[in-house]
């Protein structure tokens, strides 16, 4: 890891690799409804709504996701096999999936080696191979090799080749994935500047010498434009193009909705028609490399969903997070056994000094820590807020669980904290009104519980930020500073 990679923090490292993946899952959720239809309004409300061609679910991903997750589940594994790959993408397409690419499926419809049979048809096809069907599963490539864009352009072109031979569509994978490594490990924090299309140049170095300089222009084309100015973006190149430009184009909010220049760009990316799953899937991986999985709307994250190599079990955003993390420690889960381990409550009951039980009500929403999470259950509790790890089994399979990636460590662990903050109490309140009986926790209920507690008294109950720190503090426990500088940011949801 270079010296780049030492100054971020761990934590933020994780929530980029994380949120590469959930972006680009959520990206081509939210596209499959849009697809194949005409530009949008530039004012028009874009959602996740599933329906389209193929008449998707609202959040469900399609075949570009489905196919990103046969990469991902061998990086998960702690292996970056290349034949293993091949032979997820041939289970995948044995299951007959709703949507196949046509380059794809010819490809994959054939007996013998996967890569021969690529190379074939690009020469057989030479102005017809060159779809954007490898460049749209990309994204957990730069899982495999953190910080070693050597070893992750190597791996970028090889699977782009397994269906994918011609060179524009092995030269996109590469520079797409080595810009989300480059931008996971060298991106600053969020309230900073910072250029989707520098990163993308990095690449440039990995590409074969005579191709670097139609790249570069192809690059600075895009740096600022319209997604519009591409409109054949099945084309490897166009898409390419058009999800550079979605993310460049697009403004970044100021303070700290800057984060939400990730659904901002996606919602770009859509609009542009066309192709909408594909170009947001690409989009996605480029942009949740930089903001994180943290800005990854969670009304989207909620009802994400899709199938993998197998369509048995349905997949969700939290298996996505998990073999996320695992692909980036090599296939290992932390000291503790996390992600994977049954139950996480056990070990938080273990620690040198154990959570108390300790909860309080607020205006009909409990709040507390894992001691009092069984009872909150056995009182009917239906929507389970985590804010802490929790194990497979912590939480019955009847309860409409979330956990949430916020940290009591410090400010820089925490790149989008006042977005994040926002968005849980939203959740808290949707789930509340809905009339849901709703818990919040933590481990012990003494800083992140009370933080967003805090944030949803000033946002959704009228109580500014000292009346919602006095009360939370009083009822539960008053938050370290930085969590209390995060709650006076947080602004009335009617503002």
Not at 474 to 488: C, E, M, T
């Amino acid at each position: 890891m270079n010296e780049t990679s030492r100054t971020t923090s761990d934590r933020v490292v994780t929530d980029r690799h994380v949120g590469a993946v959930l972006a680009a899952a959520a990206g081509d959720a939210l596209g499959a409804g849009y697809e194949f239809g005409p530009p949008l309004p530039a004012d028009e409300p874009v959602h996740p709504r599933g329906g389209g061609s193929f008449n998707w679910a609202p959040g469900e991903w399609t075949d570009d996701t489905q196919m990103a997750t046969c990469i991902l589940s061998v990086l998960a594994d702690g292996s970056s096999d290349v034949e293993r790959v091949a032979g997820n993408f041939r289970t995948w397409y044995r299951h007959g999936p709703a949507d196949v690419g046509i380059q794809t499926s010819t490809v994959l419809s054939q007996t013998g080696d996967l890569r021969a049979i690529a190379v074939a048809h690009a020469r057989a096809h030479p102005s017809n191979s060159a779809g954007n069907g490898s460049l749209m599963r990309t994204a957990p490539v730069a899982l495999a090799a953190p910080g070693r864009p050597d070893v992750i352009a190597d791996l970028a072109a090889e699977i782009s080749a397994l269906t994918h031979a011609d060179p524009s569509c092995q030269d996109a994978c590469v520079l797409w994935s080595v810009a989300i490594d480059h931008q996971v490990h060298h991106a600053p924090p969020s309230d900073q500047p910072w250029s989707f299309a520098e990163a993308v140049r990095v690449g440039l170095d990995h590409l074969p010498v005579d191709r670097r300089d139609e790249w570069a222009v192809l690059i600075h084309q895009a740096d600022g434009a319209s997604p519009l100015e591409f409109p054949k973006n099945g084309w490897v190149v166009h898409a390419f193009q058009a999800a550079l430009a979605a993310a460049t184009s697009t403004p970044v909010p100021p303070g700290p909705d800057s984060g939400r220049h990730l659904q901002l760009a996606l919602e770009r990316a859509v609009r542009a028609g066309g192709d909408t799953d594909t170009v947001a899937a690409i989009t996605g991986a480029l942009l949740g490399s930089r903001w994180g999985a943290s800005a990854v709307p969670m009304a989207w994250q909620r009802i994400l969903h899709g199938h993998a190599a197998d369509p048995t079990p349905v997949l969700t955003a939290a298996d996505l997070d998990a073999q996320a993390r695992l692909a980036a420690n090599g296939g290992r889960p932390d000291p503790h056994g996390w992600p994977g381990r049954s139950s996480m409550v056990d070990h938080y009951r273990g620690l040198p000094v154990p959570p108390r039980g300790r909860d309080a009500e607020f205006h009909g929403v409990r709040f507390g820590d894992v001691v009092t999470l069984d009872a909150a259950i056995a009182d009917g509790a239906q929507t389970v807020v985590s804010l802490c790890r929790m194990g497979t089994e912590d939480i019955p399979a009847h309860v409409d669980h979330l956990v949430v990636g916020l940290h009591d460590t410090n400010h820089a662990d925490n790149p989008n904290l006042v977005l994040l903050l926002e968005e849980v109490a939203d959740h808290v309140q949707d789930a509340h009104l809905s009339g849901r009986s709703t818990y919040v926790h933590c481990v012990a209920a003494e800083n992140r519980t009370p933080t967003v507690a805090a944030a949803w008294l000033i946002r959704h109950h009228g109580y500014d930020a000292d009346e919602a720190l006095a009360v939370t503090g009083r009822g539960l426990n008053p938050p370290q500073s930085f969590l209390v500088d995060g709650v006076r940011s947080v602004r009335p949801a009617d503002d």
